[in-house]
């Protein structure tokens, strides 16, 4: 599990890393690794030469560059979709937490075992998203699909292709049964919605969702019509909203 902590203050900074190092040395199966910013542009030049981290553990009041709120936006909007914890001093900023889709907020000062607890969360979070998956046949063989590497899967004539993070795509062999059918294994994740008749979408890779499409990390766009796009905003906006996304 890899940690990004991003506070201004050089002492919360200090107090952050004391705690996830004692965090990394209580669960060394777990492979915790964490890397700490002062700044936040040097934090999202490291997201992106790694493809960002798992967990950001991050100040919502930091007087230099961005605040925490604009940091997490940029994440986001970058298309990185790690749990984002906050740390603050004030509730005031609560509301604007589920904006960049929060995975949960602490008061300040940090105790470890609650920091303990939530990062706990964390992992189990990101345990059961990269562990679930689908088994699609193609011509050549069997291919096992991460859950998470999937950003859709749309119905072509009679099979389906899956097209991944990172721009590959899997094509299935013909179906013998409905799409609904075959793709009931990630309609059964809360992650993926159903568009239309012939398309399902990952909304935890979606980054926006215009009038007639959607748009996925690696600015990869999938045209949809307007009243579908209408009702996938909707399942969006509540996904993350209601905190499934941030789970």
């Known amino acids: 599990m890899r940690i990004a902590i991003c506070d201004d203050e050089a002492v919360c900074r200090d107090q952050v890393i004391s705690v996830a190092r004692a965090y990394a040395e209580a669960h060394p199966e777990r492979n915790v690794s964490f890397t700490a910013f002062e700044w936040t542009e040097d934090l999202?030049?490291?997201?992106?030469?790694?493809?960002?981290?798992?967990?950001?553990?991050?100040?919502?009041?930091?007087?230099?560059?961005?605040?925490?709120?604009?940091?997490?936006?940029?994440?986001?909007?970058?298309?990185?979709?790690?749990?984002?914890?906050?740390?603050?001093?004030?509730?005031?900023?609560?509301?604007?937490?589920?904006?960049?889709?929060?995975?949960?907020?602490?008061?300040?000062?940090?105790?470890?075992?609650?920091?303990f607890s939530v990062l706990d969360e964390a992992y189990d979070a990101i345990s059961v998203q990269k562990n679930r998956s689908i088994i699609v046949k193609t011509k050549q063989n069997s291919v096992k699909l991460q859950f998470d590497s999937i950003l859709y899967a749309v119905l072509t004539k009679r099979a389906i292709v899956y097209h991944l993070v990172g721009g590959n795509t899997v094509e299935c062999t013909t179906l013998r049964t409905t799409f609904t059918e075959a793709v009931s294994p990630l309609l059964e994740d809360s992650r993926f919605v159903l568009c239309g008749a012939g398309m399902v979408a990952n909304m935890h890779h979606i980054t926006m969702v215009e009038s007639d499409a959607l748009v996925f990390r690696d600015k990869h766009r999938a045209y949809l019509g307007k009243k579908a796009c209408q009702e996938i905003r909707a399942a969006w906006n509540d996904f993350w909203f209601n905190g499934e996304g941030s789970r």
């Open 44 to 115: 999202l030049a490291a997201a992106g030469k790694i493809g960002g981290f798992d967990v950001y553990i991050l100040d919502i009041v930091m007087q230099r560059d961005l605040n925490g709120i604009q940091l997490g936006q940029k994440l986001r909007e970058a298309g990185y979709d790690g749990k984002i914890i906050y740390l603050t001093s004030s509730e005031e900023y609560a509301i604007d937490s589920f904006k960049v889709k929060a995975f949960h907020y602490i008061m300040k000062p940090i105790e470890q075992t609650v920091l």
